[in-house]
């Protein structure tokens, strides 16, 4: 197994600041509203009592913030990569 990616990580400067704070709710709040639209067979789990979620149950939030979090990641990366935020 490589283990060159875990190596990577802990040299990495991974510092969280309000920047990084902002990108990852941009991108769980985008990635639940396209799978709010996205998801065509819904309410299969518990629900869940949030004002406009209606019909939209603890997986569905599960899973779509889950892809939030990998969306958010990458950008968090990439702009750091980039040098746009540090």
Known sequence: MNNSFLIAL???DA???TQVAVIMIISN???????????QVRNIGP????AGLEGFGLTELLATT????VI?????????????IS
Do not use: M
């Not at 709040?29 to 998801?39: E, W």
């Not at 629900?47 to 949030?50: A, G, Q």
């Not at 958010?72 to 746009?84: D, V, W, Y």
């Open 10 to 12: 802990n040299n990495s």
């Open 15 to 17: 510092s969280w600041s």
């Open 29 to 39: 709040i985008f990635a639940v509203g396209v799978g709010r639209y996205a998801i």
């Open 47 to 50: 629900s869940i009592p949030i």
């Open 66 to 69: 889950s892809l939030g979090h």
């Open 72 to 84: 958010g990641a990458g950008a968090i990366l990439g702009l750091r990569s980039t040098g746009i």
